[in-house]
Antibody, heavy 118, light 108 residues
Framework: EVQLVQSGAEVKKPGESLKISCKAS????????IGWVRQMPGKGLEWIGI????????RYNPSFQGQVIISASNSFTTAYLQWNSLKASDTAIYYC???????????WGQGTLVAVSS | DIQMTQSPSTLSASVGDRVTITCQAS??????LSWYQQRPGKAPNLLIY???NLKTGVPSRFSGSGSGTHFTFTISSLQPEDSATYYC??????????FGQGTKLEIK
């Protein structure tokens, strides 16, 4: 059974760093893209970027380039989304999803709430 | 950047009604459009891809049409479990995929 299990909710202060995870199981992790989507409180969906764990090909939405880092570990079958210096505006739910082809997700994680407040 | 204008932003309809949502792209995106359903507190769920192709397992009351800049999403006979927010998303311009603003569908 394909599963994407995301790490738990985080409460952080502005300026802190954070790395959230998306643990994949039930399929060949290197063979599928993993994408990330942001949903700010009460707002719509925003596409952050995508990684192919097999060759580390990463594509960022230019709006998020330089603001976050997407990575993956084939050893741990886990994708990551990372911030070096959080802002209050990073407060959101972040979803990961598996993409058999780069345009179509099929399985999603349950979402990780990141709350950034002083 | 390609902008996606979705309407209406909210919609209230009764069980059995036919419901239509539209999505307008700011430039030609061919058929590179998907429709998603998001129930409260849940991850989005892909319903339709390439503008009109129903994802396997999605009920046939859902359909999509359009190409170029104008797209429609239809629920032919609304069911109580269809209460959700629906989003269109263009994927013509990787990596700058963009979503519409969403349509919140309420059941009367």
């Amino acid at each position: 059974e394909v599963q994407l299990v995301q790490s738990g909710a985080e409460v952080k202060k502005p300026g802190e760093s954070l790395k959230i995870s998306c643990k994949a199981s039930g399929y060949s992790f290197p063979s599928f893209w993993i994408g990330w989507v942001r949903q700010m409180p009460g707002k719509g969906l925003e596409w952050i970027g995508i990684i192919h764990p097999g060759d580390s090909d990463i594509r960022y939405n230019p709006s998020f380039q330089g603001q976050v880092i997407i990575s993956a570990s084939n050893s741990f079958t886990t994708a990551y989304l990372q911030w070096n210096s959080l802002k209050a505006s990073d407060t959101a739910i972040y979803y990961c999803a598996r993409y058999p082809i780069i345009t179509q997700p099929d399985y999603w994680g349950q979402g990780t709430l990141v709350a950034v407040s002083s | 950047d390609i902008q996606m204008t979705q309407s209406p932003s909210t919609l209230s309809a009764s069980v059995g009604d036919r419901v239509t949502i539209t999505c307008q792209a700011s430039q030609d995106i061919s058929n590179h459009l998907s429709w998603y359903q998001q129930r409260p507190g849940k991850a989005p769920n892909l319903l339709i891809y390439d503008a009109s192709n129903l994802k396997t397992g999605v009920p046939s009351r859902f359909s999509g049409s359009g190409s170029g800049t104008h797209f429609t999403f239809t629920i032919s006979s609304l069911q109580p479990e269809d209460s959700a927010t629906y989003y269109c998303q263009q994927y013509d311009n990787l990596p700058l995929y963009t979503f519409g603003q969403g349509t919140k569908l309420e059941i009367k």
